[in-house]
């Protein structure tokens, strides 16, 4: 199994920037891709950006394109996404995913964190 702690969600004003975290535990060499997902009020959940555990690739959702940037970093068994020049549309409850392959379902979300962007 594999445990996903979020962190690093707040209320930041539009234009403002903010970096949220997710720290993997036990059996992270299973993980293959990571990603984060959000999901505001009364929509459905959208993935936002992913990378590759092994290859570092990462893909991004076209909305964030330019201004969220997600890493890794092994070591510490820890993903990040780096949120720039926020947008009240970016305003939801972030979570953390894992596949064990691709085109595994995600797996093993973690509690989320709620970022709010005032405009």
């Known amino acids: 199994q594999v445990q996903l702690v979020e962190s690093g969600g707040g209320l930041v004003p539009a234009g403002g920037s903010l970096g949220l975290s997710c720290a993997a535990s036990?059996?992270?060499?299973?993980?293959?891709?990571m990603a984060w997902f959000r999901q505001a009020p009364g929509k459905e959940r959208e993935f936002v950006a992913g990378v590759n555990w092994i290859t570092g690739y990462t893909s991004y959702t076209d909305s964030v394109k330019g201004r969220f940037i997600v890493s890794k970093d092994n070591a510490y068994n820890t993903m990040y996404l780096q949120m720039n020049s926020l947008k009240p549309d970016d305003t939801a409850v972030y979570y953390c995913?894992?596949?064990?392959?691709?085109?595994?379902?995600?797996?093993?979300w973690g509690q989320g964190t709620q970022v709010t962007v005032s405009s």
């Open positions: 995913a894992f596949q064990v392959q691709a085109g595994a379902t995600f797996g093993s």
């Open positions: 036990g059996r992270t060499f299973s993980i293959y891709f």
